[in-house]
C-alpha cells in the first residue's frame, strides 16, 4: 500500500510541476493546487499508514500501543487543506480578475504594466 501511494506522490509532484512551468495562469494555479496535495499525501504516507488500532489511548495504559496510527501527520494535514482551499480560492479570484483586467491568462501578455522601451536589466553581478 505504501508503495502504491510513493507512486502516486511522485505522479503528482511531476504533474504539478509541469503545470507550473506553463505560461498560462490558470495551468499554474491548478499545478499549485496539485502541490499541495501531493505534500498532504506525502505527509499522510510518511505518518505510517495502519488502520488496526485508532490513536485514543486507554485508561490502562498512558501511552499509545504498538501499531497504532500517528495522529500528528493526520492533524497536520487537516490544518492544511483548510489553508490551502482558502489559497486556492484567493488564486481562483486573482485569476479572474486579471482575465477580466487584460483579457487573457498568458503570463508573457500580462505584461501590460512594464514599460516597452526601457533597457533590459543587468543580468550578472
Same mark, same amino acid.
Given at each position: 500500500? #505504501?508503495?502504491? /501511494?510513493?507512486? !502516486?506522490?511522485? /505522479?503528482?509532484? &511531476? $504533474? $504539478?510541476?509541469? /503545470?507550473? !512551468?506553463?505560461?498560462h495562469s490558470v495551468r499554474i494555479m !491548478?499545478?499549485?493546487?496539485?502541490?499541495? +496535495?501531493a505534500v +498532504?499525501?506525502?505527509?499522510?504516507t510518511t505518518g505510517r499508514? &495502519?488502520?488496526i488500532v485508532p490513536p485514543i489511548i486507554p485508561?490502562?495504559?498512558e501511552t499509545l500501543p504498538g501499531g497504532t496510527a500517528n495522529p500528528l501527520p493526520q492533524a497536520l494535514i487537516l490544518t492544511a487543506i483548510v489553508i490551502s482551499f482558502s489559497f486556492f480560492a484567493f488564486l481562483l479570484v486573482l485569476t479572474y480578475r486579471s482575465y477580466q483586467?487584460? +483579457? &487573457?491568462?498568458? &503570463?508573457d501578455d500580462m505584461r501590460a504594466a #512594464?514599460?516597452?522601451?526601457?533597457p533590459v536589466p543587468p543580468l550578472g553581478y
Open positions: 500500500m #505504501e508503495f502504491v /501511494l510513493s507512486v !502516486l506522490v511522485g /505522479l503528482f509532484f &511531476t $504533474a $504539478a510541476i509541469y /503545470l507550473m !512551468l506553463s505560461r !491548478l499545478g499549485i493546487s496539485i502541490l499541495g +496535495n +498532504n499525501l506525502l505527509i499522510f499508514i &495502519t488502520g485508561d490502562t495504559m483586467d487584460l +483579457n &487573457t491568462d498568458d &503570463t #512594464e514599460p516597452k522601451d526601457q
